[in-house]
Structures are given as C-alpha cells and as structure tokens.
C-alpha cells in the first residue's frame, strides 16, 4: 500500500492578509504566496464581512492575475488612425502624463467642465470625487446611475440609510426574509452566510422574482412577479396590513413623521407641505392638550390619524391619514394587484399576514438598556423579526424609486426597522431624511467646486440648472428630466456628449467601466458615437482616456490608455468616506497592499490621480510653494484630513497608533493595518447596536466619529416633503425654480409622489404591448456576478455562452423548442439567440445572463471564443432614450426622479427564426490585438509546485 | 474511519465557490496541474475534482431549482479501485480516502467508466486520472492552523451546506447531521455505498395568520380611534 502524500513544502511560501476585489462585496482574503505566484486565495476567518469563507470568483482571483488580457503599457491611438481601429503606439508613462496634464490644465484654465470624468465599478470614489472637485468640473459621477441609486435615494429619502452597504437583515435573529429581486449583484459571501442561517434556525425565506436562480433556488416560497410591479404587490400588502390594523402604532408615533400634519390646499402654493411652527418645527395635535404642539418635544402625545384646522383656516391631516386614505382604496386591494403583478390575490394577502404573524406575535427582545434620543431609558430593545434586501430587479426600473420606497414603506409599518431581527442600518449610517449636503453648482476656471458634485436635493433651488432651467451638467443629473439624481447619469454622458446637449465637452475619461459594451444601453449605436466626427473632421468626443487593468471594449475606443494595476498589487483603502464595509455590530475599513511584485509598466489608478492633481497644482493636493503635498497615495491616505482628525481611514489615528475613529494622522498606518490583516473594526458596545436613529448614545458617538452633523434624532419619512417639493414646482404651485418645458411640468406632477405608489414604468407607457409582449430582463451569474471579466479562464468554463431563457409551457405554446434559435425584438432593435426552456421563469417574461458577450479579440480571448460567437448582448435592444413621442424633446430612458437607467424596463417580442437562421447576430468585427499583447496558451497548467 | 462530505441541499446556492476552491487548491497540490484546455478559446474546458449540476424539479409555479454539487463519494465499494489495472487507483484502510497514484496510472479510463458517479476525469497532458482527495494534503498537514485542516471545498463554501467528517464515528457532526436530516447517499441501489451523503431540501410549517386582529375596514380614517402614546 502507497504511503500518504507528502505534505506541501510551506519553506518558500509566504502568508499575506489584503481584501478581494473580484467583485464589490470586499471580503477579506488570506493568500499564500509562492515565488511572486499566487499559491492559494481563502477567506480571512477574522473578517467581518466574509467571517472565512469565500466565492468562486475569490478563488478564481488566480486567474485573473495570470489573464493574458492585463495591460501592459500606456497606450496612444496611432496618429493619422482612425479612433476605435484599434491601432495603438506603446507610450511611456512621462509621456502619456505629460500629454494628458497639459490637456487638463488647459481645460481647467479655460472651462473645467470640458473635462468629464466618469468612474466605474470602483470603491475608491471619495478620491476620484475629490480630483473633479479640485479640478472644478461638475462633471464627476460613479456609475450608481445605471447601478442601484433608486434603491440607494429611496433608503436615504425614506430612512437614512438603504440596502447593501449602508444596511443589512439582522441574520442573526430575523426569522422572516422576503428578498426582492434580483441581490446576488451585490452582498455576495454575507448574503450566503445569512442565509443558511436563517435557515438553520427554521426562519422562512421568500423570494419574489421573475426567475427562479441564484439565491431564490433555495427560498422556501417564490412568487413569480412580473417586473417593474413591485411598488403594486408592496402596496397590496400595506392594504391588507392597513385594513386588518396591523401595524406598530407606537413606532410610527415615536420615530416616524406618520403623526406630522400636512396642509390639504389642493392648487394653492404650500400644498402638501408639513405644517410647521415659526421656527421650521413640523407640528402634531396633541391628544391630551388638544392643540397644535411642536412635534419634535418628547413629551408631545400626537394623534396618528385625524384631520384639524388650523388657526389660519387652513385643513390639515396626518400623514398616517393620507397614508390610510390612499393605500385602503381599491386601487391597492390584492385582487387589483393580482391583475398587475400576476401573483394570486390570496398568495398577496397570505404573506403580508405570515409577516404581521411573524412581528407581533413572534416578538423577540434583546435585553440591553438603551436611552433614546429624550433621554428616556428602556430596559429593552423590541425585535420583530422580519427583514428585507432589494438591489437592482428593483432599481433598473423606471418606477424603482417609488417601488424602493414602497418596500421600505412596508417594513416601516411592521416597526423592522433597526431593531432586533429587523432591517439594520450600518455605520456611518443613519444619517438625518434627507441626507445633507447639495450637490455644487457653479464651475469657474482655475478654481475648486463649492461642494461635492453629488448631493441630496430638497427643493427645487437646489437643480444644478441654470437661469434659464437648462442643465449644466453633461448628464443633466439634477436637471428637471432627472432631479434628485444622487449617484449622477452616466448612461447619458456619450449620447449628450456627442449631441452637444447641453454643451460639448473636450475629454472624456472613463475609469473601469466598458462603456463601449455591456455598461451601456444601445451599444451598437454608442459605438457609432464614439466614432462620430463633426464637420470639421474633429471627433464630436474630442479626447477619450480610458483607465483600466484590462483590454476591454471600451480601451479599443480609447485615444490614450492609462493601465491600472490588478488588486493584488497595489495599495488601497476601503473607507468609510467611500463606500462603506461597516457590519451592523461594528464600524469597518479596510485596506489593499502589493502582495506581489509587478510585472509590467503599469500605475495603479489612485497612484496616477494623485500625480495628476501635483502637475495640475490642484489646491488640496499642493503645498503653499506650489510643490506637490503628497508623495503619492499612502502619503495621502496617511496625511489627507476631511476634517480635523477624519481621514480616510478610522483605525490606528493618532500620532501613536492609539486612536480610533477619529485623531491626528499616524505615519505607520498602513503598517497597522498590515499587521491587523488589513481591515479595522470598532465593535459598537451593545447599547448602540439597535434602534439608531433614535438612540442617544449612539447618535453622540456618531457625532463624535464625524457620521453625521449633530446628535439629533433621525424622522423616519413615510411621507416625503421634499418630493412634494419638487411636485409643486411641477403644478406651477412652487415658490421658486419652476420648469417651463410642458413634458417636465407634467413629470414631476404625476410621479413626484410624496408617498410611495405604483406606475407603469415609461417605456412600456409607450410601447405597443400587444407587438412586444415579454418583460425581458438580465442578470449576471453568482460566479461572476461584478466580477466583470469572464476571460477568467476558470469562470468561463462555468459559463461561456448565454441563451435566453424563457418559460417552458409558454414556450411550447409558441412552438418554440430548447436550443431553437428566435428573433428577440424591441422597439429598439432586434437580435438572434437561441432560447432555454425552463420552468424557473414567469411566464410573461424572458431574461439572460448579461455581460458573457464579448466582442472578438477583448479581453484576452482567441478570435472564436464562445462569448464572441454563442454568447450576446441584450443592451442592443435597450434604448437610452425613451421612445419619441410628437411636439416633445428626447428624454432618457430613466426613473423621472432619480435619473436611474431603466434598463429592466425592456419589453420584446420572440420569434422562431427562419429554417437555416442560426448563430448569434449581430456579430462585431474582430478587434486588433494590442502591441506586446502576449499569446493565449491553448493549454494553461497552472501550479506554483513546480520549484522541485 | 470513513472519511466523507454532507452537502446540504437546503442552502447551496449554486455559487461554484466549491468548485473553484478546489481548482484552486489542487492545481498546485499533489495531483497538480489540473491542467485547462483552450483556456481562452472557443470551448473551454478543464480538469475540475467538484462540479456543480443544476435541476429543476416540478412545473411552473411549483417548480423548485435544486444545486447539485458532485466529487468523488470515495465509496466503501470502490469499483474504480477494483477495475484498475495497474493498482494505481486505492483506497486508503484508514481513512477510507480514494486516491490515484500518478506514478502508476496510465490513463485508461477504465476508472471513470466503474464510476457511476463521474467523479474521474482524464487529464489529457499528464496522461492520467484525476480525481477529489478530500484534500489528503491538507487535512492531516500539521503546518496548517487545526481549523484549516478541511478540504478547501469545505472551507471555502459561503452557504455552510458542505461538512466534512467521519462518517463511521455516530457521534460525529456529520454523521448526528445525517440522522437529524435524513440524509442519503447518491444511488443506493448500485450497491457502491458512498461515502458522501446529502441533506434535502428543509420543509417548513406553515405560519399562522389565524391569531391576528381584524380591524374595520368599514369605520372611516378619522373616526379611528386614536392611542395616547407619547412621542
């Protein structure tokens, strides 16, 4: 009998902590290394976000840091070629820099906003926002447009905090959890890990979504709903909960404006605003004093329902009335949201009982004294257990902000809201409804903006528009067509670029988003785009520079190319300035560190941002001599204060390391954190773990860690002033900006609603349903979910091609077979692909995997490579634009509120294709390989054990 | 001793994390490389110890999407063991693992065809079997942290629903687990009797809706009658 194996030599191996970046869910990782090669990638067990374990595309980090298709050098389009032939000279980065910061500094001495810089799927975008600030362009956004910002305002607006980053289910003791939606988009490992826990408890998991995949395989109920219907079933719901009683009185009195009156003037200015007292304090009538008091006294006992008068002759009713009024009508009943969502009425009506059964008869307490923000003690915090997550199946609808809303409506109701086994709120967050800060608004040469170029919007003074109501960003974000749009539009920078609408621009910079495919809507025609010249000759785009690690679509578009580094081998700080990673029980950051060497003459993005602001003598980065402030970015991650003692990382502060949160810089905090295996918690001690908005301990702590401004509690809004504003800006009610384009008017009035409803997204108001009548929506797989680069040769061997999947029986019943080739069309374009049958889909709807297609010749793939030839995209038949409709201007396809791309909104229509009609189409010519590209080995046999 | 995985069916999710994890570990591991073919071309494919299968049972609306992740059951029957020619294929009297000495094996399949459960592949460059070793490298490698000593399978796997044990000890996790669940193994019927069980889908009570009040939906908003609760 042979002997055991021998154990592994660990002699030249060597352990390092950093966090994963194969997609936006930031697990930590713990590698071994073996000869500058990466041996082993496993989730770190201390960390708070994966707690040790790890997802495919973790483990597969491997391959990507071995993909033939990584950058190599700066690139610069051949001069005398064509933009988007694909030929390219090898460029040294001093001239690349030296090319790009004379053109920058050119544009910022002339008219900043020339230059418009847009970020992608990266987690670093409180320094990128920084760089446009200091630059002065209002032209900055990441790409939460086109991502999830429907979902992110609709927690802002409604809560101060939202799904994912700044809030999660309370896994640990929720015993109900209704997933809307497709999630496996975002929360990747936590999500997993709560779930099974949940289930290990015997806690019940419903899933409600179109498709029967990913994460809803497991749901112990699915509800197939027809997209774009989720604000109707949430409202179903609150109808049954509103007409049975069930809902938590005492948490809408105490933490919630429901008792907060508002004016019933219909076509007088004012109407629909909360009644206030001299001082802006909203008022309440008080039961036992029988008059109007300031509804922000503790001591105060407001009526929730009823209708008064006041002094002045003007009616007023609660908000919890108008809530009561609107939701009991008919309109809401499950037999009415049966027809639309396509769910049985009773099954609607059924699950909004399991959920009261589940919070008020199925209480539970954590026993931990807490004082509220009057200073009352309770010896208790009140759990019921009934939790909630919504991503983007509910986002990329033009509806999805009133849908978001409409969802958090219902958890409000049920009192889940931060409580024990409820939907929890993650630090820095809460923070006060709505969240502060407006976006800035004036862009002047040489000079830094006023404020961040995004911001939260209150009113219709705070439109980035100008005197004349037209927009003054490139993506008309804060314009009239798109007002509170937080997270900015990207979608619409190429299209409004080259059609000088507002304004054209000079040079566009897109960091790791493929705008030319898969992150735009319409690809076919944006590719167009980026070729259009005027009639000079001159590019209607003039100058293009991509930054990525990778040869993706969009790089071969590209005028100069700036290559970025894998996260395997730079520096970064995960912040919670940025985009947080805090767990409800602990406030978190982390960190990158080169765990390997490099290879080729490549910069790490942040790196070359930071030498950019230097050269260009931005005022943050440049010291009083004009000499640049910072070596480079761990001097500025060390030394850069947003205020006095916050900076963008919160653990070891203080000049000796000892300081958390908040305290001077450390010179060794990178050295901290290394040692720490790269990530920072503060464990909240358990009297600020609940109940946030309204607890005093915590809300000082907040204050004191620079979270938010002042110890004051957080209004939970079911009622939101400030789209009523902007509402009665639409009636002409408004005393103030009012637009004057009929089409705006018209918007705002119908779908700034202050309390959450249901409308039929825009596009399908405008399409020939009977000629297109499938929903058709994608996702992306669990395996690649975010991970954005299916060249990955381990990923793509999970999958390669995508079909599109369609019901079974409704199928059948169109003759169409498994593996048959059909026509999808839209109103904006058709393609051939070939269909799945399946049983996991709602039978209206059609959906596909999005992001396998590829354009021959990226992303280091062979001529031929499935994603190529089998594998499509379905953005060629989505629009960026709604559809024209006579006398009006063109408007984006997007949520009228918050400028969301409402790329789930598609409507189509399948048929077989003719006898001999195969393979995908359209197909897209080959691209040229880059210079120095290396050769793709028709065998990879990837093993770091080779040294004996 | 018997050594063997349990998947839980109720929480896998499908996530491939296992796969890849075991890719991962065991292209540089004792039967390293797991070598890919057209990595970058138009049908990739590769050496893999774990794969995930997707089904859907029942019809639409009842209709259930079931993740099926299957390696090598490492059976107390092991007919790859019996069938191969060159004694490459063993299983270990200890521990009841099922290894490929890849200095013997000449890459004959006649392996893969014994096993029922497609748990063998060729890899075509080296010219012999491989196959799931539970991770003998790491299991019994005391270099490693205790809790690390798992297959990476196990380590690696976001939904916990892969739990590695002795499967002869009734007291262990696994075997407690089995019994609590109802786990069973793949194709009893062929006699190989796998090692490795799987746990079904959970089926839960259904929640009361009985116990809850019923208002009037008759009365009219602002005659409800309020409740004095002090803000």
């Known amino acids: ?948 | 001793m018997r050594l063997g995985l349990v998947i839980d069916l109720d929480t896998c999710v499908g996530c491939h994390a296992c796969a890849t994890a075991c890719k991962e570990w065991n292209t540089s591991a004792i039967t390293a490389p797991l070598s890919d073919y057209d990595p970058y071309g138009r049908e990739p494919s590769g050496v893999w110890f774990n794969r995930v299968r997707h089904y859907e049972i029942g019809e639409y609306p009842n209709n259930k999407t079931i993740n099926f992740p299957m390696s090598c059951m490492h059976c107390e029957n092991a007919e790859c063991v019996t069938v191969c020619p060159t004694g490459a294929s063993y299983k270990r009297p200890e521990d009841g693992i099922v290894l490929v000495d890849q200095d013997k094996c000449m890459g004959c399949n006649y392996c893969s065809w014994a096993c029922p459960y497609g748990a063998r592949e060729l890899d075509r460059e080296s010219g012999t079997m491989k196959k799931c070793t539970l991770c003998v490298d790491r299991i019994y490698d005391e270099s490693l942290p205790e809790e690390e000593r798992q297959p990476a399978c196990v380590l690696a796997c976001p939904a916990h629903a892969r739990l590695f044990g002795d499967l002869e000890d009734a007291q262990s996790a696994v075997s407690r687990v089995v019994r609590e669940r109802g786990g069973y193994a793949l194709m009893p019927e062929l006699n190989y009797q796998p090692t490795n069980q799987y746990l079904p889908p959970r089926t839960r009570p259904a929640i009361p809706t009985h116990d809850l009040g019923r208002g009037s939906l008759a009365r009219k908003v602002k005659e409800w009658v309020n409740r004095v609760v002090e803000r």
């Open chain 1, 1 to 948: 009998m042979p002997s055991a194996p021998p154990f592994e030599d660990h002699s030249h191996q060597e352990i390092k902590y950093s966090t994963c970046y194969m997609c936006a869910c930031r697990c930590g990782i713990k590698v071994t290394i073996e000869d500058n090669k990466v041996r082993f990638i496993q989730g770190n067990r201390n960390h708070p976000i994966n707690k040790g374990v790890l997802c495919a595309k973790g483990s597969a980090g491997i391959m990507k840091q071995c993909s033939p298709a990584r950058l190599r050098n700066p690139l610069l389009r051949k001069p005398g070629t064509e933009r988007g032939a694909g030929e390219f000279l090898e460029i040294s980065w001093d001239e690349a820099l030296n090319l790009l910061s004379e053109r920058l500094a050119h544009i910022r001495a002339t008219d900043p906003n020339k230059f418009a810089f847009f970020t992608g799927r990266d987690q670093m975008q409180a320094l990128s926002r920084l760089f446009a600030e200091q630059f002065g362009t209002l032209n900055w956004s990441a790409h939460g447009g086109f991502c999830s910002v429907n979902m992110a305002a609709a927690g802002l607006y409604s809560l101060g905090y939202a799904f994912w980053e700044f809030g999660d289910p309370d896994w640990d003791r929720t015993k109900y959890f209704m997933l809307w939606g497709v999630a496996e988009d975002h929360s990747s490992n936590p999500f997993k890990i709560g779930i099974e826990k949940l289930k290990s408890r015997g806690g019940k998991f419903v899933g409600i979504n179109p498709a029967r995949t990913g994460y809803q395989a497991v749901a112990d109920e699915w509800v197939p709903i027809r997209p774009g219907t989720d604000a109707m079933l949430a409202l179903a719901m609150v109808h049954v909960l509103l007409s049975r009683e069930l809902f938590d009185w005492e948490f809408l009195i105490r933490y919630t404006n429901a008792p907060f009156l508002v004016v019933q003037t219909p076509g007088v200015a004012g109407d629909g605003l909360i009644y206030r007292d001299a001082a802006g304090q909203p008022l309440v009538w008080d039961l036992q004093k029988e008059a109007f008091v300031n509804g922000m006294e503790s001591s105060c006992h407001p009526a929730l329902f009823g209708e008064y008068t006041t002094p002045d002759g003007r009616v007023v009713k609660t908000v919890m009335t108008l809530l009561a009024e609107r939701y009991l009508d008919p309109r809401f009943s499950p037999a009415q949201a049966a027809r639309i969502c396509g769910i049985p009425a009773d099954t609607i009506e059924r699950l909004a009982l399991e959920m009261a059964h589940v919070a008020f008869k199925e209480t539970i307490t954590v026993d931990v004294e807490w004082t509220d923000w009057a200073g009352r003690k309770h010896d208790r915090f009140i759990g019921r257990p009934v939790s909630m997550h919504a991503m983007r199946g509910v986002s990329a609808h033009s509806n999805g902000f009133q849908a978001a809303r409409a969802i958090h409506l219902l958890q409000i109701l049920l009192g889940t809201i931060d409580c024990p086994g409820g939907f929890r709120a993650k630090a820095p967050y809460p923070r006060p409804v709505p969240a502060p800060g407006k976006p800035a608004k004036h862009s002047a040469p040489n000079t830094p903006l006023d404020s961040h170029p995004l911001g939260f919007p209150t009113a219709p003074e705070d439109l980035v528009i100008d005197d004349n109501g037209r927009p003054l960003r490139i993506d008309k974000a804060y314009s009239w067509e798109a007002p509170i749009a937080n997270h900015g539009l990207m979608h619409m920078v190429i299209t409004n670029a080259v059609n000088g609408d507002p304004y054209p621009i000079d040079t566009l910079l897109f960091f790791m988003a493929n705008m030319a495919w898969n992150s735009s809507m319409n690809t076919v025609n944006i590719q167009e785009m980026l070729r259009a010249k005027d009639d000079t000759g001159e590019y209607k785009i003039p100058f293009l520079v991509v930054v990525d690690a990778f040869h993706s679509e969009t790089v071969h578009f590209a005028d100069l190319v700036l290559p970025d580094t894998t996260y395997l081998e730079r520096y970064d700080a995960i912040s919670l300035l940025d985009r947080p990673i805090s767990e409800p029980d602990a406030v978190c950051d982390s960190i990158r560190h080169p765990i390997l060497e490099l290879d080729r003459n490549v910069r790490p993005w942040q790196e070359v941002l930071i030498d950019l602001a230097g050269r260009l003598k931005l005022p943050a980065f440049t010291n009083p001599d004009g000499t640049p402030k910072y070596t480079g970015y761990k001097d500025f991650i060390i030394r850069y204060e947003r205020s006095p003692g916050i900076g963008f990382l919160a653990g070891w502060r203080g000049a000796d390391g000892s300081q958390s949160l908040r305290g001077e810089p450390n010179p060794q905090q990178w050295e901290r954190y290394i040692e720490n295996q790269g990530f920072f918690q503060y464990h909240l001690p358990k009297s600020h773990r609940y109940m946030r908005f309204a607890n005093r301990d915590y809300l000082e702590f907040a204050r004191d860690a620079g979270f938010i401004a002042q110890a004051e509690p957080i209004v939970i809004e079911l009622y939101s002033e400030a789209i009523q504003r902007f509402r009665l800006a639409g009636l002409g009610l408004y005393d103030g900006p009012q637009p004057q384009d009929p089409v705006d008017r018209e918007r705002l009035a119908t779908y700034f609603d202050p309390l959450p409803d249901y409308y039929e997204p825009l596009e399908q108001q405008r399409i020939d349903k009977t000629a297109y009548p499938f929903f058709a929506v994608n996702q992306r797989p669990m395996m690649m979910y975010h991970s954005w680069d299916s060249q990955n040769a381990w990923l793509r061997q999970i999958i390669a091609q995508n079909h599109i999947y369609m019901n079974r029986a409704k199928g059948e019943s169109l003759g169409i077979h498994d593996d048959d080739w059909v026509w999808v069309e839209s109103h904006n374009g058709k393609i051939r692909v070939q269909v799945k049958l399946i049983e996991g889909c709602q039978e209206d709807t059609v959906w596909t995997w999005n992001g396998i297609g590829k354009q021959s010749g990226t992303w280091g793939l062979k001529p031929g490579a499935a994603e190529a030839t089998q594998g499509f995209l379905m953005n060629h038949l989505i629009s960026e634009l709604l559809p024209p409709k006579a006398g009006e201007r063109r408007l984006t396809n997007s949520d009228p509120i918050t400028g969301q791309a409402a790329w789930y909104d598609l409507m189509v229509r399948i048929t077989p294709a003719a006898p001999g009609e195969e393979g995908v189409w359209p197909t897209f010519e080959n691209v040229t390989p880059l210079p120095g590209a290396p050769a793709k080995p028709d065998v990879l046999r990837y093993n770091t054990r080779t040294r004996s």
